[in-house]
């Protein structure tokens, strides 16, 4: 059974910077796709961030040049570095795993962005 714990969220500033992990309980972490995906209130889940086996990474048009994705595959973590925030990233944050025809979540974690 995968389980996927996301820390890190909470309340900053336009402006300002948060830096969101995700542990993997899984046997093996290194051969699959992590990412992070956001849901804001009224809308739809959306991609954030994706970093490959190879630690190849794709962004949303969104994020692109404030948020870093990484992972660390010793420690089973993949991390969201956000800077430059703004309001419109708030939002639920929520670690994905990727096996292909199996998507596994975690419980997901607030960001809230507001002065």
């Known amino acids: 059974q995968v389980q996927l714990v996301e820390s890190g969220g909470g309340l900053v500033q336009p402006g300002g910077s948060l830096r969101l992990s995700c542990t993997a309980s899984v046997t093996i972490f290194g051969i699959w796709t992590m990412g992070w995906y956001r849901q804001a209130p009224g809308k739809q889940r959306e991609l954030v961030a994706t970093i490959t086996s190879k630690s190849s990474t794709n962004y949303a048009d969104s994020v692109k040049g404030r948020f870093t994705i990484s992972r660390d595959n010793g420690k089973k973590m993949v991390s969201l570095q956000m800077n430059s925030l703004k309001p419109e990233d708030t939002a639920v944050y929520y670690c994905?795993?990727?096996?292909?025809?199996?998507?596994?979540w975690g419980q997901g974690t607030q960001v809230t962005v507001s002065s």
């Open positions: 994905n795993l990727d096996k292909g025809l199996t998507q596994y």
